[in-house]
């Protein structure tokens, strides 16, 4: 290839990943113009929603099995939920997926949060305050409240823990053999932002609490209506909705279902990484090779 070739190549790469998610942009006349869509486009957006889940038959059901998942954001298959995290010079169209939530639930468009995954203690906005955010008075406000005074709100900390915070993402949902369709299928059910405890963040703690848990189907219209960069093809997005059902991620099995009580694997493998990640994967293996022997005769 030549250089001129090599530089227009170059060139329309650089074009197209800056035009991820901008509407009207080979059509506009300037730069206002661009995000603007046409009626046409509006009318479409009214008429997209999810993919709707098929209805399940509990008979239809042969075999099936709850795991709970680890989502690691450090891998970098896994950046499309984790980026962008800064954005002050980004378009309000690409968040990342924990901002979307945030930002759902503040809007009221997320009501199903629940303080565990098995989704027995219902949360609210209110409730989960105190986990993604911390308020703290300084000296100089403690003695201003001592002395009967109003503390003024430079001697407010606030820390909002924020897209940068979340270190992983737990999911929990359930593997099934449908008969009548004769194949493996999975359904998620839940899913939880992972960071550090917001009152130590700052003091260097690295214990990861789950922040919350939503019932999945509850968010599937939010998510729908985000995007995630995927990197592949700026001008075939990605929503968040399609990537999480369609398991376009990296993740690892920390949890099943089983008898003693759903115990974590590393309860029963102790201080030894490496055959938690070999336990993880014989249970992925177990799943696997259900379907694969439904067809052995």
């Keep these: 290839m030549s250089w001129r070739g090599f530089l227009l190549n170059t060139l329309m790469l650089v074009l197209t990943v800056t035009s991820y998610?901008?509407?009207?942009?080979?059509?506009?006349?300037?730069?206002?113009?661009?995000?603007?869509?046409?009626?046409?486009?509006?009318?479409?957006?009214?008429?997209?929603?999810?993919?709707?889940?098929?209805?399940?038959?509990?008979?239809d059901v042969l075999w099936s099995k709850i795991v709970?998942?680890?989502?690691?954001?450090?891998?970098?298959v896994n950046f499309p939920l984790y980026y962008p995290i800064?954005?002050?010079?980004?378009?309000?169209?690409?968040?990342?997926l924990y901002d979307v939530l945030i930002a759902a639930i503040k809007d009221g468009k997320i009501n199903n949060i629940y303080a565990d995954s098995y989704f027995n203690e219902k949360r609210t906005l209110k409730d989960i305050q105190a986990t993604i955010s911390k308020?703290?008075?300084?000296?100089?406000?403690?003695?201003?409240?001592?002395?009967?005074?109003?503390?003024d709100a430079q001697f407010i900390d606030r820390r909002d823990l924020g897209a940068a915070d979340i270190a992983e993402y737990?999911?929990?949902?359930?593997?099934?053999?449908?008969?009548?369709?004769?194949?493996?299928?999975?359904?998620?059910?839940?899913i939880a932002p992972v960071a550090p405890d917001v009152n130590f963040i700052d003091s260097g703690q690295t214990d990861l609490v789950e922040l919350f848990w939503i019932w999945f189907p509850d968010a599937r219209e939010v998510l729908h209506d985000n995007k995630a960069f995927t990197g592949n093809n700026s001008g075939q997005s990605v929503t968040f909705d399609h990537l999480l059902n369609s398991r376009r991620f990296s993740s690892?099995?920390?949890?099943?279902?089983?008898?003693?009580?759903?115990?974590?694997?590393?309860?029963?493998?102790?201080?030894?990484?490496?055959?938690?990640?070999?336990?993880?994967?014989r249970i992925k293996e177990q799943?696997?090779?259900?379907?694969?022997?439904?067809?052995n005769y």
């Design 21 to 59: 998610g901008q509407a009207n942009i080979l059509n506009a006349n300037s730069p206002e113009d661009i995000g603007k869509r046409t009626e046409a486009q509006i009318q479409s957006d009214l008429n997209d929603k999810p993919l709707e889940y098929g209805y399940v038959e509990e008979r």
């Design 68 to 76: 709970w998942e680890k989502i690691d954001l450090d891998e970098r």
């Design 86 to 96: 800064d954005t002050n010079n980004i378009g309000n169209n690409r968040r990342a």
């Design 135 to 151: 308020v703290d008075t300084t000296d100089l406000g403690i003695e201003q409240y001592n002395a009967g005074e109003q503390v």
């Design 170 to 190: 737990h999911i929990r949902g359930m593997w099934y053999f449908d008969k009548r369709q004769a194949e493996m299928k999975y359904r998620l059910l839940g």
């Design 252 to 281: 690892v099995i920390y949890k099943e279902e089983n008898v003693y009580g759903d115990r974590e694997v590393d309860e029963y493998i102790v201080d030894n990484a490496f055959m938690e990640l070999l336990e993880a994967q």
């Design 287 to 295: 799943i696997r090779n259900f379907e694969l022997d439904m067809w």
